[in-house]
């Protein structure tokens, strides 16, 4: 899925128009066509990683950097009260367009999404707790 059938590739190269609030020499990010929330924004890679495990480091890196920018940014335009910053990767994490994004997400008191920025939690006994622990360490 890229090039001519992935729908981030084409907005991104501007073959699609799409509601661009920033453009620089990698990036293009534009508004959300069915936002959660006003001014719900998604960075997009110009050049195609469907996710997370694709993307270079130094990609990875500036769009963190850019994501503190644009967040930034618009909570100073909209008055934000706080800001979710929000990436899917895969299906079962809710990923739909498999172009690597990061949600910009505008936050006020008493939004519409009050409830639903949350996940359920599972019971993990201590056992449990520390063999996950153990397994997911890694060497810094
Ligand atoms: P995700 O579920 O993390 O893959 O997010 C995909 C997002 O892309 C959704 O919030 C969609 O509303 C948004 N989206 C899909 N197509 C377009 C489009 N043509 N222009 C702007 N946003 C889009
Ligand atoms: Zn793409």
Known sequence: MEGQDCIFCKIAAGDIPSKTIYEDEDFRVI??????????????????????????????????????????HISGVLGCDGFNIIQNNGEVAGQTVFHFHIHLLPRHKGDSNQDTMCWNHVELSPEELEGICQSLRLQG
């Open 31 to 72: 508004l959300d066509i069915n936002p959660a929330e006003k001014g719900h924004a998604l960075i997009i890679p110009k050049k195609h990683y469907a996710d997370i495990f694709e993307l270079p480091e130094d990609i990875a890196a500036s769009a963190m950097v850019l994501a503190k920018k644009l967040a930034t």
